[in-house]
C-alpha cells in the first residue's frame, strides 16, 4: 500500500506516494536525496536525524513521512541556503567543532534551536541544550565553544 | 640544494591552527558517506544473524523469503563458501596464537549472538528486512562459552574442537628480579584486581560498504566506511579470487572509526561476495542494534597486579596477570591477541623498575569477536598501573604527585630501554607533570577538596602518567605476515595553474588527516594553503600505504608529504633556474611565486611556470628534466615504535548517597612531538578523553549467562553526552622524534590511553575518607555503593 504525501521542504513543495511505514528521514534522504540528514540509531536516541517540523525540532528517524502531510520541513541544506545557520556553521569551521561531520548536521540543528529560545545560554545551558545530541568525536569541548561563540557574534 | 625543514621555512604552516579544508563541506551537509551513495541497479543486502550464542544449524528454508516482493537472491553459508574463502587471524610473531577458519556466513555452526547466517538481497533495505523475516532457521542450540574466568575450566564446551582448548593466546614476559623486589622485608606490597569492562566503538555512522562488481571488467569498486583502504584491496583480493590490481577500495567520509572501521568483518565481505555473484552493485549498511553486536569489542580484561614499594616511596617491581576474552575467533588481519600482548609490554611503562612480571591469557568465548579500538591496550595498562601507583602512595602515606616525581624515568635518561623491552626514543614524563600540575592548580585544588570534606562534599583528584605507542614499524604487523603497510606514501604535483594536488596513502576520518597534509605540503613547497587540495582514500589514485591507525597519520603520513613537498620544490627551482638564468639555490618559493631567497623579490609566478611547462614547452632547454610531480614514501627504521607520553588529570564529585559521579575537570598534558596543527591535536585529545571517559563511566556490553548481549540498544548502552561531560583543558611538551625531519608523532589515542585511570584515582580519592575503592570498570553507582557499603 502507498499514500499519497505533500509537504514543503527547504521550501520547495514536494509530492510523493510512498509506503506508510517509511520514516521521515529515510523519505528525505531516500526519495528527495537530502542526504544531509543521517540515521545514527533509528531509535531516537543519538540525534544525528534532527530536523526542523513546522519550526519545531524533531528527530527524522521517529516520525512517519506520512505524519508530515502538509508540514513546512527544513533540513540542513535548505538551512544553508537560506543561510539561517550561517553564524553557526562558520563557528563550526572555525572552531573545529566537527571532525567526521556525521552528527553535525543535527547538532547545528539543536544548536540553533538552543539560540532561538535563549540567545545568550551559558556553557552549562548549552551543555543541557544539546544534550539530546550524540557526538562521538569530538568530547563536545568544541561544539560548547562554537555556540558560545556564534551566540556572541 | 640548501635542505630546510619545513619547520624554518619563511611560509610555514607548521604549528598554525588552521582550519581543515574538508569541514565547509561537511557543516553544509554535503558529506559523501557511504549510505549517501547510490548506484545504478544498485541493490541492498540485510543479514539474518544468529540469535544465538551458539547453535547449529540444521536447516534453512528460505523458500518464503525467495518469493517475498523485491527480493532478488538468498544466500546461505554454503553457498557463500564457493565464492568467498575463509580467513584465520593470527600472526606468526605472536608465538603459538591460534584461531579457526572464520567464513563471510555460518556454515554450519554460529558462535555468536549476532553472527550473520543468511544474506537476503532486495531492490530496498527495508524488503530485505521483510524478507529476513520469513527466512526460518531450525537451530540446535548448544552449550556457551561465556564467562572468560571459566574459559579454560574443565566441563566449559570447547569452541573449536580442532584447536584443542579455548586459549588462544599467552604470553609471560619477565624483566630484572621481580621476585626479589617482592620478597624483599623492607618493602610494602599493594595489590588490587582492575576490571576493565568490554565496550564498543559506536561510530555514529554505522559500517558500511557499498560493493560494485563489474563482470566485464572483471574488476570490484568498493565504497567503503573504512580506515584501511589498501589493506582492504588485498583482502577482498584474496578471499574473493581476484588480482589486487583488481580491486579498487574508496573510502569518501567516514562518519568516525576509532579503529572499529579497520577489521575485517564477515558481514562486509559477503557484500562484496554478492556484488561479485550478482555483478551488480550490493549496499549494506549497519544499523545501530546490528552494529552493536557486530562492530568489534574491545577491553573486556580483568588483571590481577601488585606492585612493591620501598617506604621511601621508589616503586621497585610490578606483577601483572591479565586475562581476557575475546570472542569465538581472533580478528582478521589484526589479531585479537594484541591488546592482551600490549598490556603485556606497557604495564609500568612510565617508570623506572628492577622488576618486571606480566603475563596474558586471551581466551576463546561465545561473544562478539574483540579487537583492536582506540589506544589498544593503553587504558587498560594505564588503568592497572596508576591505580597500583596509587594504592602504593597511599600504603606509604605520599602524595600520589610526589611518589610519580621519585619514580617516573627522568627526562634525560633517553633513549632508553625498559624491563618490558620498549624502547624510547625521548619522553618527557617530569616536564609534562610539572605542566599539568601547575595548569591544575594541584595545591589549591587539594585545599579545595579538604575543605568541601569537612562540609560532606567528596571529591576527589586523580592523577595519571602514561606512554602511548604510534608510528609503528613493520614491527607493529608486517613482521607477522600481514600485509598491511607500515609505510607511507604521498604524490605531489604541480598543476598548470599553480596550484598543488597531494595524494596520500593515510587516510581522513575526521582527525583532521587531509588538513595536516596540506600545511606540511603548502609550507614545504612555499604555496598559499588555499592552493592545496589533498585527495585521501583511493587505492586506485593515491600511493600505496596503510591507512590511519595506531596514531601513525602525522608521522608516517605527514614526514611522506613533507619529503614529496620538499621534492617538488626542488623541482619547480630548478625549472625556474633555467628560464631565470639564476642557481636555483639562489631562488625559493613563497607565496605562489619563485622568489630570489635572499631578498624575497619575486621573480616568476607559479601559474608562469606552469604554463611554460606544460604548453610551452618548446622554449625551455632540450635536457632540462621537466617533471612537476614528485611521490616519496617513508618508513620508521630506527624504533620499532615512536613512543609519546604525558599525564592526565580529573576532579570529581561522587555523592555518596547515590553513588554517582559528576566530572568537575578534566587536563591532560602530552608530548606528540612536533605540532602540526596545535587546534587539531588539541581536539584529537579532548575527543580521545571523551571516549576514555565513556569506558570509565558509562559504556558496557553486559551479556547474560546464556552469551546474550543485553546493552543492544542506545537506550540501554550509555554514551557520553554533553551535559554529563566537563570541560578538558589541554597542553603540550614538544619533543620531536629525530627519526623524521617532521618530528611529529602521532596525538589520536593518548587521551584515551590516560583518562580511565585518572578517573579511577580520582574516584578512589573522594571515597578514601569511608575506606572504599572501586577497580572495576564502568565505575557506576551500582559498584560505588557496594563498595561504600550501601548496597
Ligand atoms: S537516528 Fe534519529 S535519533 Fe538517532
Ligand atoms: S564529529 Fe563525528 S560524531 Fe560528531
Known amino acids: 500500500m502507498k499514500l499519497d504525501l505533500s509537504l514543503t521542504?527547504?521550501?520547495?513543495?514536494?509530492?510523493?506516494?510512498?509506503?506508510?511505514?517509511?520514516?521521515?528521514?529515510?523519505?528525505?534522504?531516500?526519495?528527495?536525496?537530502?542526504?544531509?540528514?543521517?540515521?545514527?540509531?533509528?531509535?531516537?536516541?543519538?540525534?544525528?536525524?534532527?530536523?526542523?517540523?513546522?519550526?519545531?525540532?524533531?528527530?527524522?528517524?521517529?516520525?512517519?513521512?506520512?505524519?508530515?502531510?502538509?508540514?513546512?520541513?527544513?533540513?540542513?541544506?535548505?538551512?544553508?541556503?537560506?543561510?539561517?545557520?550561517?553564524?553557526?556553521?562558520e563557528a563550526f569551521v572555525a572552531r573545529n567543532a566537527l571532525q567526521c561531520g556525521f552528527c553535525t548536521p543535527g547538532m547545528l540543528v539543536a544548536a540553533a534551536t538552543l539560540l532561538k529560545a535563549n540567545p545568550t545560554p551559558t556553557r552549562e545551558e548549552i551543555r543541557e541544550g544539546i544534550s539530546g545530541n550524540y557526538c562521538r568525536c569530538t568530547g563536545y569541548h568544541a561544539i560548547i565553544d562554537a555556540i558560545e561563540q556564534a551566540a556572541r557574534a | 640544494m640548501n635542505e630546510l625543514s619545513s619547520v624554518d621555512r619563511p611560509n610555514s604552516y607548521i604549528g598554525r591552527s588552521v582550519p581543515r579544508p574538508n569541514a565547509k563541506r561537511l557543516v553544509a551537509g554535503r558529506g559523501q558517506y557511504v549510505d549517501d551513495l547510490r548506484l545504478p541497479r544498485m541493490v541492498h543486502v540485510a543479514f539474518l544473524r544468529s540469535p544465538h550464542a551458539h547453535a547449529r544449524i540444521l536447516s534453512i528454508d528460505s523458500t518464503a523469503a525467495k518469493a517475498a516482493p523485491g527480493v532478488v537472491r538468498v544466500v546461505t553459508g554454503a553457498e557463500m563458501a564457493?565464492?568467498?574463502?575463509?580467513?584465520?587471524?593470527?600472526?606468526?610473531?605472536?608465538?603459538?596464537?591460534?584461531?579457526?577458519?572464520?567464513?563471510?556466513?555460518?556454515?554450519?555452526?554460529?558462535?555468536w549472538q549476532g553472527e550473520p547466517v543468511?544474506?537476503?538481497?532486495?531492490?530496498?533495505?527495508?524488503?530485505?528486512?521483510?524478507?529476513?523475516?520469513?527466512?526460518?532457521?531450525?537451530?540446535?542450540?548448544?552449550?556457551?562459552?561465556?564467562?572468560?574466568?571459566?574459559?579454560?575450566?574443565?566441563?566449559?564446551?570447547?569452541?573449536?574442537?580442532?584447536l584443542g582448548d579455548n586459549l588462544?593466546?599467552?604470553?609471560?614476559?619477565?624483566?630484572?628480579?621481580?621476585?626479589?623486589?617482592?620478597?624483599?622485608?623492607?618493602?610494602?606490597?599493594?595489590?588490587?584486581?582492575?576490571?576493565?569492562?568490554?565496550?564498543?566503538?559506536?561510530?555514529?555512522?554505522?559500517?558500511?560498504?557499498?560493493?560494485?562488481?563489474?563482470?566485464?571488467?572483471?574488476?570490484?569498486?568498493?565504497?567503503?566506511?573504512?580506515?584501511?583502504?589498501?589493506?582492504?584491496?588485498?583482502?577482498?583480493?584474496?578471499?574473493?579470487?581476484?588480482?589486487?590490481?583488481?580491486?579498487?577500495?574508496?573510502?569518501?567520509?567516514?562518519?568516525?572509526?576509532?579503529?572499529?572501521?579497520?577489521?575485517?568483518?564477515?558481514?562486509?565481505?559477503?557484500?562484496?561476495?554478492?556484488?561479485?555473484?550478482?555483478?551488480?552493485?550490493?549496499?549494506?549498511?549497519?544499523?545501530?542494534?546490528?552494529?552493536?553486536?557486530?562492530?568489534?569489542?574491545?577491553?573486556?580484561?580483568?588483571?590481577?597486579?601488585?606492585?612493591?614499594?620501598?617506604k621511601d616511596g621508589v616503586i621497585t617491581a610490578m606483577e601483572i596477570d591479565d586475562l581476557t576474552g575475546i570472542g569465538p575467533y581472533s580478528v582478521y588481519p589484526r589479531t585479537s591477541a594484541v591488546e592482551g600482548n600490549q598490556v603485556v609490554n606497557l604495564c609500568g611503562g612510565p617508570y623506572g623498575l628492577r622488576g618486571y612480571k606480566a603475563r596474558t591469557t586471551v581466551v576463546f568465548q561465545n561473544k562478539t569477536p574483540t579487537c583492536q579500538y582506540r589506544?589498544?591496550?593503553?587504558?587498560?595498562?594505564?588503568?592497572?598501573?596508576?591505580?597500583?601507583?596509587?594504592?602504593?602512595?597511599?600504603?606509604?602515606?605520599?602524595?600520589?604527585?610526589?611518589?610519580?616525581?621519585?619514580?617516573?624515568?627522568?627526562?634525560?635518561?633517553?633513549?632508553?630501554?625498559?624491563?618490558?623491552?620498549?624502547?624510547?626514543?625521548?619522553?618527557?614524563?617530569?616536564?609534562?607533570?610539572?605542566?599539568?600540575?601547575?595548569?591544575?592548580?594541584?595545591?589549591?585544588?587539594?585545599?579545595?577538596?579538604?575543605?568541601?570534606?569537612?562540609?560532606?562534599?567528596?571529591?576527589?583528584?586523580?592523577?595519571?602518567?602514561?606512554?602511548?605507542?604510534?608510528?609503528?614499524?613493520?614491527?607493529?604487523?608486517?613482521?607477522?605476515?600481514?600485509?598491511?603497510?607500515?609505510?607511507?606514501g604521498a604524490t605531489v604535483r604541480l598543476d598548470p595553474d599553480g596550484s598543488v594536488a597531494i595524494a596520500s596513502g593515510v587516510t581522513e576520518q575526521g582527525q583532521g588527516t587531509e588538513a595536516m597534509l596540506a600545511q606540511i605540503v603548502a609550507g614545504a613547497v612555499g604555496v598559499d594553503l588555499s592552493r592545496v587540495r589533498v585527495t585521501t582514500g583511493d587505492t586506485e589514485t593515491t600511493p600505496y600505504g596503510g591507512g590511519t591507525w595506531a596514531s601513525r597519520g602525522a608521522g608516517i603520513g605527514g614526514e611522506a608529504a613533507l619529503q614529496a613537498g620538499n621534492a617538488l620544490r626542488e623541482q619547480i627551482l630548478v625549472i625556474a633556474g633555467a628560464m631565470l638564468q639564476a642557481a636555483p639555490e639562489s631562488l625559493d618559493v613563497r607565496g605562489d611565486a619563485v622568489v630570489d631567497r635572499d631578498t624575497g623579490a619575486e621573480r616568476l609566478p607559479l601559474e608562469e611556470l606552469g604554463r611554460i611547462v606544460y604548453f610551452r614547452g618548446d622554449t625551455l632547454p632540450k635536457d632540462l628534466p621537466r617533471e612537476l610531480v614528485a611521490t616519496r614514501h617513508y618508513t620508521p627504521k630506527d624504533y620499532p615504535f615512536a613512543f609519546t607520553n604525558g599525564a592526565q588529570a580529573s576532579y570529581l564529585e561522587v555523592d555518596v548517597e547515590t553513588g554517582f559521579v559528576k566530572l568537575l575537570r578534566h587536563w591532560c598534558v602530552e608530548d606528540c612531538g612536533t605540532v602540526i596543527n596545535p587546534m587539531l591535536v588539541d581536539e584529537q585529545i579532548r575527543g580521545g578523553v571523551v571516549q576514555g571517559l565513556g569506558g570509565a563511566?558509562?559504556?558496557?556490553?553486559?551479556?547474560?549467562?546464556?552469551?546474550?548481549?543485553?546493552?543492544?540498544?542506545?537506550?540501554?548502552?550509555?554514551?557520553?553526552?554533553?551535559?554529563?561531560?566537563?570541560?578538558?583543558?589541554?597542553?603540550?611538551?614538544?619533543?620531536?622524534?629525530?627519526?623524521?625531519?617532521?618530528?611529529?608523532?602521532?596525538?589520536?589515542?593518548?587521551?584515551?590511553?590516560?583518562?580511565?585511570?585518572?578517573?579511577?584515582?580520582?574516584?578512589?580519592?573522594?571515597?578514601?575518607?569511608?575506606?572504599?575503592?572501586?577497580?572495576?570498570?564502568?565505575?557506576?553507582?551500582?559498584?560505588?555503593?557496594?563498595?561504600?557499603?550501601?548496597?
Open chain 1, 9 to 89: 521542504v527547504n521550501g520547495e513543495a514536494v509530492s510523493a506516494r510512498i509506503e506508510p511505514r517509511m520514516h521521515l528521514v529515510d523519505f528525505l534522504r531516500e526519495v528527495l536525496d537530502l542526504t544531509g540528514s543521517h540515521a545514527g540509531c533509528e531509535h531516537g536516541v543519538c540525534g544525528a536525524c534532527s530536523i526542523l517540523v513546522n519550526g519545531q525540532m524533531v528527530r527524522g528517524c521517529l516520525m512517519l513521512a506520512v505524519q508530515a502531510e502538509g508540514a513546512e520541513v527544513w533540513t540542513v541544506e535548505g538551512l544553508t541556503e537560506t543561510g539561517a545557520i550561517a553564524a553557526l556553521q
Open chain 2, 375 to 488: 589506544a589498544v591496550g593503553h587504558p587498560i595498562a594505564t588503568t592497572v598501573t596508576e591505580g597500583l601507583v596509587d594504592l602504593a602512595a597511599e600504603a606509604i602515606g605520599m602524595d600520589p604527585a610526589e611518589i610519580r616525581r621519585r619514580n617516573l624515568l627522568a627526562d634525560d635518561v633517553y633513549p632508553f630501554r625498559n624491563l618490558a623491552g620498549l624502547a624510547f626514543e625521548g619522553l618527557s614524563h617530569h616536564a609534562c607533570l610539572t605542566k599539568l600540575l601547575a595548569m591544575m592548580d594541584y595545591e589549591g585544588l587539594k585545599a579545595e577538596r579538604d575543605a568541601l570534606r569537612a562540609k560532606g562534599v567528596y571529591r576527589g583528584i586523580g592523577i595519571a602518567s602514561f606512554i602511548e605507542l604510534t608510528n609503528p614499524s613493520p614491527f607493529m604487523y608486517g613482521i607477522g605476515g600481514a600485509r598491511i603497510s607500515a609505510m607511507d
Open chain 2, 168 to 310: 588462544a593466546f599467552t604470553r609471560e614476559h619477565v624483566g630484572g628480579e621481580p621476585d626479589a623486589c617482592f620478597a624483599d622485608a623492607e618493602s610494602v606490597v599493594v595489590q588490587a584486581v582492575f576490571h576493565t569492562g568490554r565496550h564498543t566503538g559506536v561510530c555514529l555512522e554505522g559500517r558500511a560498504i557499498l560493493a560494485d562488481y563489474n563482470p566485464a571488467e572483471g574488476r570490484l569498486t568498493a565504497y567503503h566506511s573504512n580506515q584501511a583502504p589498501h589493506m582492504m584491496q588485498t583482502v577482498f583480493a584474496k578471499h574473493l579470487g581476484l588480482r589486487e590490481g583488481d580491486v579498487r577500495v574508496v573510502c569518501r567520509d567516514v562518519g568516525g572509526s576509532y579503529g572499529i572501521k579497520v577489521h575485517v568483518y564477515p558481514d562486509e565481505m559477503a557484500t562484496a561476495a554478492l556484488s561479485k555473484m550478482l555483478g551488480r552493485p550490493v549496499k549494506f549498511a549497519a544499523d545501530r542494534m546490528e552494529g552493536m553486536v557486530s562492530d568489534i569489542h574491545a577491553r573486556d580484561h580483568r588483571i590481577a597486579a601488585r606492585a612493591a614499594v620501598t
Open chain 2, 82 to 111: 564457493a565464492v568467498c574463502t575463509p580467513w584465520v587471524g593470527v600472526l606468526h610473531h605472536l608465538k603459538g596464537l591460534k584461531s579457526a577458519p572464520q567464513h563471510a556466513l555460518v556454515v554450519d555452526r554460529a558462535c
Open chain 2, 118 to 162: 543468511v544474506a537476503v538481497v532486495a531492490r530496498t533495505r527495508a524488503e530485505a528486512e521483510d524478507a529476513v523475516g520469513l527466512v526460518e532457521v531450525a537451530w540446535q542450540e548448544l552449550p556457551a562459552a561465556v564467562d572468560m574466568e571459566a574459559a579454560l575450566a574443565t566441563g566449559t564446551p570447547v569452541i573449536h574442537p580442532d
Open chain 2, 697 to 791: 563511566l558509562l559504556e558496557h556490553c553486559v551479556y547474560s549467562p546464556e552469551g546474550q548481549l543485553l546493552t543492544g540498544s542506545l537506550a540501554d548502552y550509555l554514551l557520553p553526552m554533553s551535559g554529563e561531560m566537563p570541560d578538558i583543558a589541554v597542553a603540550h611538551v614538544e619533543t620531536p622524534t629525530k627519526e623524521s625531519a617532521l618530528g611529529a608523532k602521532g596525538a589520536g589515542e593518548a587521551g584515551t590511553a590516560g583518562a580511565p585511570a585518572a578517573v579511577q584515582n580520582a574516584i578512589n580519592d573522594a571515597l578514601r575518607p569511608f575506606g572504599a575503592r572501586v577497580f572495576a570498570q564502568p565505575f557506576t553507582p551500582a559498584r560505588i555503593l557496594p563498595a561504600l557499603g550501601k548496597i
